[in-house]
C-alpha cells in the first residue's frame, strides 16, 4: 500500500510564498499522475494542479493559480511539490496530495488512489 505523506504548510501573509511536498512511501511507485487538490472550510474538495509522471511531465493547473503555482515531480526520490507564490487569503485551505496509477482524468478525485492526510495552508490579509 502506498502512503502519501505532504508537508510544507503554514501561516503566511498574503503575497508570500509557501513551497508543499509530498513524499511516496514507495520508492518504485510509478504513479500515471499526481495532483494537489484544496477544500477549503464548508467546501468540497477542488482540484488545484496536476503533472503526469510520463509524457513529458505535463501539467495541468485550473485558472486561479496558473501564474502563480508551479507543480513539479523528482523521479528519482518519488517526490511531488507545489511552489506557491503570491499567495491570497482564498488559497486557504487544506492542501492534499494524491497519486493515480491509471486514471484517465487528472481533474477528477475518483480518478485517484491513493491520498494524502492534507496539510493546512492559512493566507492571512
Known sequence: QVQLVESGGGLVQAGGSL???CAASVRTFRPYFMGWFRQAPGKERAFVAAIYWVAGGNTRYI???KDRFTISRDNAK???SLQMNNLKPED???YYCAASAKGRNSYVPDEYDY??????VIVSS
Do not use: K, M, Y
Open 115 to 120: 491520498w494524502g492526510q492534507g496539510t493546512q
Open 63 to 65: 485558472d486561479s493559480v
Open 78 to 80: 518519488n517526490t511531488l
Open 92 to 94: 486557504t485551505a487544506v
Open 19 to 21: 513551497r508543499l511536498s
